[in-house]
T-cell receptor, first 114, second 117 residues
Framework: EPEVTQTPSHQVTQMGQEVILRCVPI?????FYWYRQILGQKVEFLVS????????KSEIFDDQFSVERPDGSNFTLKIRSTKLEDSAMYFC????????????FGSGTRLTVV | AQKVTQAQTEISVVEKEDVTLDCVYE???????LFWYKQPPSGELVFLIR??????QNEISGRYSWNFQKSTSSFNFTITASQVVDSAVYFC??????????????FGKGTLLTVNP
């Protein structure tokens, strides 16, 4: 069964450093998403991406965040200057379309900012 | 207001007991989708079920069953004869047509289920 692949599985970074989280969505999917889950809390929407542009972003997704699909296969989330409160599990997801097609989640990247 | 409410923060049961996890949602759309995901201690999100708003038929899959009631905006999840391996956080989620090309999932806060031997 096709999978969404996320790398790395765990990243530790120093406060103020830039990080790039990488995702390879399922090849025929058109919609891409990043979600965040702070430890012990719910999964929160960050951003959705379709047709090479952001279709919606949450209030969490401020100027420190950016997304890119640089080569038609990878989908990246960049945090420019990490803060302690960015420590969380970051999930990438993709879907063929809306709702009825379902969403496939990657296994997540645990980001720890020290 | 929360779009997806899981009022039970934690539930603890003894193995072989039946347990129901509640989910209440809020939407103005007539077409929407509801999901349940399981998050075991390893952290990944495991898809359990997807249900569209036009299909109120209850579903059973092995020990799992789902009760969808539009009249009460609820989509409850029952595990029959629970097992220790069912211990996890369970999330209910809603996908609405927010317009344009945005079809994000909105999650509830989750219910931590602990099944004791």
């Amino acid at each position: 069964e096709p999978e969404v692949t996320q790398t790395p599985s765990h990243q530790v970074t120093q406060m103020g450093q830039e990080v790039i989280l990488r995702c390879v969505p399922i090849s025929n999917h058109l919609y891409f998403y990043w979600y965040r889950q702070i430890l012990g809390q719910k999964v929160e929407f960050l951003v959705s991406f379709y047709n090479n542009e952001i279709s919606e972003k949450s209030e969490i997704f401020d100027d420190q965040f950016s997304v890119e699909r640089p080569d038609g296969s990878n989908f990246t989330l960049k945090i420019r200057s990490t803060k302690l409160e960015d420590s969380a599990m970051y999930f990438c997801a993709s879907s063929e379309g809306w709702g009825g097609y379902g969403y496939t989640f990657g296994s997540g990247t645990r980001l720890t900012v020290v | 207001a929360q779009k997806v409410t899981q009022a039970q923060t934690e539930i603890s049961v003894v193995e072989k007991e039946d347990v129901t996890l509640d989910c209440v949602y809020e939407t103005r759309d007539t077409t929407y989708y509801l999901f349940w995901y399981k998050q075991p201690p390893s952290g990944e999100l495991v898809f359990l079920i997807r249900r569209n708003s036009f299909d109120e038929q209850n579903e059973i899959s092995g020990r799992y069953s789902w009760n969808f009631q539009k009249s009460t905006s609820s989509f409850n999840f029952t595990i029959t004869a629970s097992q220790v391996v069912d211990s996890a956080v369970y999330f209910c989620a809603l996908s609405e047509n927010s317009g344009g090309s945005n079809y994000k999932l909105t999650f509830g806060k989750g219910t931590l289920l602990t099944v004791n031997p």
